[in-house]
Every structure is written in structure tokens, then in C-alpha cells.
Nanobody, 126 residues
């Protein structure tokens, strides 16, 4: 069982930046592919980005490509999401997710991930 705790959310103006962190429990973090999802009010939870256990493979939703960067530090059992150029439509609760495989799932959707954090709120507004 892997426990995930997100941090770093908050209120930011359009065009601003935030860095989210997700701390994971367990001794085999490098064997877990990790992901970020988000959920806006009244909408389905959607994929944002994921990263393989080694960090060599990364995928992004089209809506965040070129603005967001996912990374991980296996020595610190932490995955990050650097968010630049934030827009009001990026507002939502951001969730960290993990799976018991070092490879990212083929479909990059929530079905492929077993472990979930409680989420951190990101609000982009002037």
C-alpha cells in the first residue's frame, strides 16, 4: 500500500506559477509510475501528466503541454508538478496518483492508477 500526500496548492493570478509536490510512503518508490490528475467543479477528474518509475518517460494532456512539467526525485520519494503560465481553466483540485508498476499505463486515465492522495486546491483568478 502506498500513501500519497499532496502540497503546494493555492491561489495564483493568471500567468503565474505554482509547484505541487506529492510525498509517497514506501521503500520501492522507483517501481511506481506516478501521475497528476485534476478535477474542476462539476466536471470529471481528468489526466494531467504521468511519469515512469525511472523518470525517463513522461506524458502530458494536450491542454498543459508546454506549460506544465512533471518530475520526480526517487531519493526523496516525491513527485512534482511545475505549473507555469496558469490559466483560469486550470482551476481545480489536483490529485497525485500512483500504480504498482514502473511503466505508465497505455491509456493514461484514472483506471490505471491504484493509489490516490486527498488532493490540493489550485485556484487561478485575478
Amino acid at each position: 500500500q502506498v500513501q500519497l500526500v499532496e502540497s503546494g496548492g493555492g491561489l495564483v493570478q493568471p500567468g503565474g506559477s505554482l509547484r505541487l509536490s506529492c510525498a509517497a510512503s514506501g521503500r520501492t518508490f522507483s517501481r511506481n509510475a506516478m501521475a497528476w490528475f485534476r478535477q474542476a467543479p462539476g466536471k470529471e477528474r481528468e489526466f494531467v501528466a504521468d511519469i515512469s518509475g525511472s523518470g525517463a518517460t513522461k506524458y502530458y494532456a494536450d491542454s498543459v503541454k508546454g506549460r506544465f512539467t512533471i518530475s520526480r526525485d526517487n531519493a526523496q520519494n516525491t513527485v512534482y508538478l511545475q505549473m507555469n503560465g496558469l490559466k483560469p481553466e486550470d482551476t481545480g483540485v489536483y490529485y497525485c496518483a500512483g500504480r504498482s508498476s514502473s511503466a505508465v499505463p497505455v491509456r493514461h486515465d484514472r483506471v490505471g492508477y491504484e493509489y490516490w492522495g486527498q488532493g490540493t486546491q489550485v485556484t487561478v483568478s485575478s
